[in-house]
């Protein structure tokens, strides 16, 4: 079964880079979708196919994926960053999403 | 523009029942998979069920299996969930889900875009 695991927290100053992992066995070979979730608002999708990026998402925020690891990465990192985030993976066998453990995205 | 607007949510006691709407407008309503996903208070994400584009085909996350019904009505461009013997761990928001998809080697894969605003629903005594 899928399972995704997330940081449970990730600290990162202003103007640095955050990574934010999600880990799985051979996730790699699959396609990976991130969502950011503001307190208090409904998720937003900001990276979908393991790398591409809806309109209206910022070049700095990118997404990789390989082996057992998919990483969500925020370059320039701004107080507008902090939110949670979580990977998502589709399970064609059983038809259902799923979803990672979330990571809190703290700028300090 | 895509919105998807819920309806529904409230506050109910354990054992009761409540039905979720999702009045779906700006795109092709009965050509895309939809879901509910929830979220308790404090956690993460949760996928509960999705319907096909026709309403064919309905999936359920086991643990919600012969308590949630999700249906649709493409004629009236809504979703919706049925929850009936509600407990307290069903207190959460529930997000009604608009899927995309695209081929991932010889697959399909879904992701959500967009999401509704939530609807709040609280089992309580």
């Known amino acids: 079964s899928n399972v995704l695991t997330q940081p449970a927290s990730v600290s990162v100053a202003p103007g640095q880079t955050a990574r934010i992992t999600c880990e799985g066995n051979n996730i790699g070979i699959n396609s990976v979708h991130w969502y950011q979730q503001k307190p208090g608002q409904a998720p937003v999708l900001v990276v979908y196919d393991n790398s591409d990026r809806p309109s209206g998402i910022p070049e700095r925020i990118s997404g990789s994926n390989s082996g057992n690891t998919a990483t969500l990465t925020i370059s320039t990192v701004e107080a507008g960053d902090e939110a949670d985030y979580y990977c998502q993976v589709w399970d064609s066998s059983n038809f259902h999403y799923v979803f990672g453990t979330g990571t809190k995205v703290t700028v300090l | 523009e895509v919105q998807l607007l819920e309806s529904g949510g409230g506050f109910v006691q354990p054992g009761g029942s409540l039905r979720l709407s999702c009045a779906a407008s700006?795109?092709?309503?009965?050509?895309?998979?939809m879901s509910w996903v929830r979220q308790a208070p404090g956690k993460g994400l949760e996928w509960v069920s999705s319907i096909t584009g026709s309403g064919y085909n309905t999936y359920y996350a086991d643990s919600m299996k012969g308590q949630f019904t999700i249906s649709r009505d493409n004629s009236k461009n809504t979703v919706y969930l049925q929850m009936n013997s509600l407990r307290a761990e069903d207190t959460a928001v529930y997000y009604c889900?608009?899927?995309?998809?695209?081929?991932?080697?010889?697959?399909?894969?879904?992701?959500?875009?967009?999401w509704g605003q939530g609807a709040l629903v609280t089992v309580s005594s």
């Open positions: 700006g795109f092709a309503f009965r050509s895309y998979l």
């Open positions: 889900a608009k899927s995309q998809s695209r081929w991932h080697g010889n697959s399909e894969v879904y992701w959500i875009e967009p």
